[in-house]
């Protein structure tokens, strides 16, 4: 072929390539990485309001999603607004912020439907990712899940830096009623040889309780094998869109604010 037509063709083979790489699944075995004890204890949140503060960012008010793009290609997110939430759509992917990020304070609220059906991680899953390096999972995520009297492995049960920190206590709201994450995010430091500097740590609040305290992170929240760092400067803010058969969980009052 001329080099002219082969040029033109370039973008649409890396996007094949980008595909493909995107649905191999990782070789391993995922449960070598899964913590099933000690089981973190039950705690009954308290009821509080979290409007955005003066110097916030607003990501969403529950009017439209302008603020994010779709994670794997950056066009438009696609998923449901309707009545002051926004509803994950599954066939759509996981969405993230157009803007970039590097240490900050987030909240974020999200609902798990009170009709929700399956166990275990087939229940209510997404996650909330404090840096998104990927289109896909990668980054570093704290689970979202329905947790309420449904059992799993304890670092991938909800508020947990998924496969590294299991969660300081269970403060589930039961199906139905509306979630709070309150995080406030270190994000890693590196060198110019792509060496760590520092590592991240995160502190999360779940409907008003401390769930993680400065937790360290040892690398990105993998699916399958040990956590690892790459390099980045800053980064988006994701939602995941996951892929279990359970019905979708719906967002609404994000808001962020910058500590750089």
């Known amino acids: 072929m001329t080099p002219r037509l082969a040029l033109a063709l370039l973008p649409f083979a890396l996007a094949a390539g980008v595909a493909s790489a995107q649905t191999t699944p990782p070789a391993g075995d995922p449960k070598a990485t899964e913590q099933w004890e000690p089981v973190p204890p039950v705690v009954t949140p308290g009821q509080r309001d979290a409007a ?42 996981n969405i993230q912020t157009k803007r970039r990020f590097k240490n900050y304070q987030l909240h974020l609220e999200w609902q798990v439907p009170k009709n929700i059906s399956g166990e275990g991680q087939a229940r209510g899953n997404s996650g909330v990712f404090t840096a998104s390096t990927g289109p896909g999972d990668e980054g570093y995520e704290i689970q979202i899940l329905d947790s309420y009297r449904n059992k799993t492995y304890v670092n991938g049960q909800a508020a947990a830096v998924y496969k590294q920190a299991a969660p300081l206590a269970n403060a589930m709201r039961p199906p139905g009623e509306w979630q709070a994450y309150d995080i406030v995010w270190t994000a890693p430091v590196f060198a110019a040889d792509g060496s ?65």
Do not use: C, M
């Open 52 to 93: 955005p503060p003066s110097d916030a960012i607003v990501l969403f008010d529950g009017h439209n999603l302008e603020q994010w793009e779709a994670s794997k290609d950056h066009s438009p997110a696609h998923w449901k607004v309707h009545d002051g939430v926004a509803r994950v759509d599954k066939t759509t992917g």
């Open 196 to 260: 760590v500097q520092s590592p991240a740590y995160v502190t999360v609040f779940h409907n008003g309780v401390i769930v993680q305290n400065h937790t360290k992170l040892t690398g990105e929240t993998l699916y399958i094998g040990k956590p690892v760092y790459k390099p980045y400067t800053d980064a988006p803010i994701k939602l995941q869109a996951h892929g279990d058969p359970s019905a979708p969980i719906s967002f609404r009052n994000i808001w962020v604010r910058p500590l750089d």
